[in-house]
Structure formats: C-alpha cells, structure tokens
C-alpha cells in the first residue's frame, strides 16, 4: 500500500505541491529516497532512522523507497524530514491515523536525532501554498509558530515531537494558533537612536537628497573626501524610511525564510533591511545565482536599502549587473540548467572618493594625483550605472564651525513625517504602492505637466550637462518628489531647479 503526504518544495522563490510516497515491502532491509533530493535530503535518512526509534517507535527491518514527486525538479531543504518520517510510521502502521488529515495538511519540519522537531526554513511559502491550493492548514515545527501565523485564513499546527504528530493523526484534535500577525513590541519596526539625523553636524544638502531618496525610492550617490560622513549619513536614512506595511513583512518573510536567514529571535522582518555587502564579495553573493537558484544581496535588500561602499572598488562585471535591477526591480539569472527571476526593488545607495587619495575636493593643494588619475579612477563607474542614479552630489570635510556646532538639529522622526506624507500623495495618484521613481513614460506624461518656461529650463540644462533620456526622466521624477515634499500638487521653479542641481557632478 502506498502511503502519501504533502509538502512543499521551492526552486529560486516559486514554490511548487510536492508529494512524499513511501512503498515499504519485504527484501533486503534497505531505505532509498528518490525524486532528485539535494545532500540535506540524502542525508536525513540517518536522523530519520534515529528519530523513529528514539521517539519509541519499532523500525522494521524492510525495504523502504521514499519518492518525491514531480521527480523531474530539484528538491532541497531539511523541511522534507517531517514528511518523509510521516510516511513511513504511517506505512508501517504504527498507529491507527485518520487518512483525510494526511489529505488535507501540508507537512514541513526537520526532525532531531531525539525525534524532536527542529527550525526549518520556507515555512512561510508552505502556508501561503496551502491556502492557495486550498488545503485546510500546515504541519510545522513549534519553533517555526511566528512565521507560519502570518498567513491568514489556514490552521497553524504546531509539534514539537514524534508523538504530537501521533497525536494530531490518530484524534485530528490540537491547538490550533490563531493566525496573527501582531508582532511583539521588541520586534516592532522602532530604529536605532544611536543613527539619528539630529547628530549629523553640517552636510546639509546630503541629508535632504535622503530626504528625497526615502520619500520617492530614488538612487543616491555620494562622492566625497574621507570623513566627510558618507557612510554615517547612509547607515541613517533607515530612521526616516516608512515602517513596511503588512504585505511587505509577508512578502521579506517569505524571501529570507528560503534564504535561511530567519532565527529564534528574528522570526519575522519587521524592518526594512539594509544590506552592505564588502567589495570583495562575489557576484554570486550579490547578485545571486549558484549551482542552484540562491538569493543574492540585491534580493535581500529588497523594499529596503543596498549600500554599496566604495562603489568604485567593486568588480566591474558586479556593478554592470546592477543595471537590470536598477532599471526594472528585478533580476532575471539565466544558467544552464535554469532560469530564474527574483524581486530587486532597492534604493541604491552609493559612496566613493573623488580619486585614488581621496582629496580631490580639499583645498590647499591636499590631492596628490594627477589630472589622469583622477579621471582614470572615476572612469571604473560606467555612463550606463551613473544614468541610473538619479541623485550625485559632492562633499567635502566639514570646517572648524561646523565640527564645533552644538546646536539642536531637525530630527529623523520629524524628517519621517514628510517621508511618509509624500509617500501617502504618491499612493493617492497611482492608486498603488508605485512610487516617482518607478513611474514608465506613461506614468511621466500623465502626472508631469511643465508649463514653457520650465521647458526652457530643461532644454538648456539638457544641453549644457549633455543629459541621455534616461537622465531627462530621472530629473523629472526627482522633481515631482521634491514636489511632494512640499506638498505641491505641480513641479514649481524652484522644485526643477534642485532636481537639476543633482546632476551638475556630470559636467
């Protein structure tokens, strides 16, 4: 007789029904599982084993074949060890279980050698394929409860061990959680105080080009001397960004609970992540890909922050590779035995010197490069890169004034306000999550009305700093954000004329 139990098995981040079967007959005792199963799989056979007879159950001395299905996709994870453990206690008969749970539940866990149920990862994409498949609920482990309650609408049960699991088949009663995504208050969206923009003495006009990259998701890029803040401005704008709506906390879940990125005590993303990644890393690691589909840094950051430190030290094909993402919101990787595609919808942030020394912009004769260095240096940053940022600005050290200035500066919480109010205008006018910087040509004509003298404006800054089309639309999406800002239902003079100003680094 053929036993059969639901699971989950996901390829990048696309899940997909998978079915545990076992045949158990008489033979040579052995115990194979086939179905294109990853090392994890192969391996669980020996914590399998232990599971079922430290837990008290008699393991018969037979032969044994576990078969995932389709057979024809690659499996991975140790979330298959519930299932595979399910199917051969129920096919051995070790207690009488109700044939419509194993029907109507899908079952996800890693088991312990004591038989104890054990954190695993993709919980979030087994509950959201259960309720779309239209089964009544999910099997996980207790350790995995928060991630799995943030899917409405299906039972959550929870075990600890091989004999809850007995339990749950032979009555069909336990605790069933109630799905909630109330989070605790410790893991509440609340940013670090240590990262606050009153602390910030001077660089005035990079904190409002944050200002502007939080409000309308903009690309920011800051070339300055060493010191002058770059990277304790970056770290800060995570204290003015919108705290992620509940879609998005389902939707980051799901991204790092396959990229095995959630723990004990950070079961759910309840923060927009910022990720920095050295210059040294791999394309892989940040862009993503493998031998099979893995997450890369430009996904982990995704609805969040990407600060990319030192740009200009990072392997040039990494930063080619931004391009799609930078453009589209996603990254399509294309190997030879697969092709997948993954959310990339960042803010970019960006930092590097103006030369090999770093103090191109200092006065008194500081840099010691020549002419040919300095452009030489700058030229590692690429025309198609830089006409996709959409804010550049120049810094240099702050004076002997500035560094002694003790007075009170304006904080991130009253910058967080504006953030979110120009957030709030952009959802009323798209009637979506859209925001500027994600709006298509359509999106341009249709919300974007220069009156003539903003027109001439444009054309001659369009000619003077010799600007692609690209860079044209940039302009007028950083302007209809500086709009927002002030709550200006059309772009002003005014507005234009600080759009443009982040673009004079391009002369």
Known sequence: MIIKVKSLGYFGIESFLTEVEVDISNGLPTFNIVGLGDTAINESKERIKAGIRNSGYKLDPKRIIVNLTPANIKKVGTHFDLPITVVIICGQKAFDYKKEILENYLFMGEISLSGDLKRTQGIVNGAI?????????????FDNLKEGSLIKGIDVIVVKNLKDIEIFLTTGEFQKI???????????????????????????????????????????LMVGTPGCGKTMLAKRIMSILP??????????????????????????????????????????????GGRTPALGEITLANKGVLFL??????????????????????????????????????ILLASCNPCKCGMYFEPN????????????YMKKLSGPILDRIDLKIEMTRLSEDELLDNSLKETSEEIRKRVINARNLQKKRFNSDKLNSHMTRNDIEKFIVLDENLKILLKTAIKNLN?????????LKVARTIADLSNSKNIEREHLFEAISYRITER
């Not at 394929?129 to 482990?141: D, F, N, R, S």
């Not at 600007?467 to 302009?475: F, G, N, P, T």
């Open 243 to 288: 705290p992620l709506t509940e879609d998005e906390k389902i939707e980051l879940t799901k991204l790092y609970s396959i990229a095995g990125k959630l723990t004990e005590e950070n079961p759910i993303i309840t923060k927009r992540p910022f990720r920095s990644p050295h210059h040294t890393s791999s394309g892989v690691a940040i862009i993503g």
């Open 309 to 346: 430190d030192e740009i200009v030290e990072f392997k040039k094909d990494i930063l080619e590779n931004l391009r799609e993402p930078l453009e589209e919101k996603k990254i399509s990787i294309t190997r030879a035995g697969y092709r997948v595609e993954f959310p990339s919808d960042f």
């Open 365 to 376: 004769g500081l840099c010691t490069c020549t002419p040919n260095e300095v452009s030489n």
């Open 178 to 220: 109630e799905n909630s995504t109330n989070i605790d208050k410790k893991l509440e969206d609340i940013y670090n105080e240590d990262l606050d923009f009153s602390h910030v003495k001077g660089q005035e006009k990079a904190k409002r080009a944050l200002e502007i990259c939080a409000a309308g998701g903009h690309n920011f």
């Open 467 to 475: 600007l692609s089309a690209r860079a044209y639309d940039r302009i």
């Open 129 to 141: 394929l259960a309720k779309e498949l239209g089964y009544k609920g999910i099997v996980i482990p």
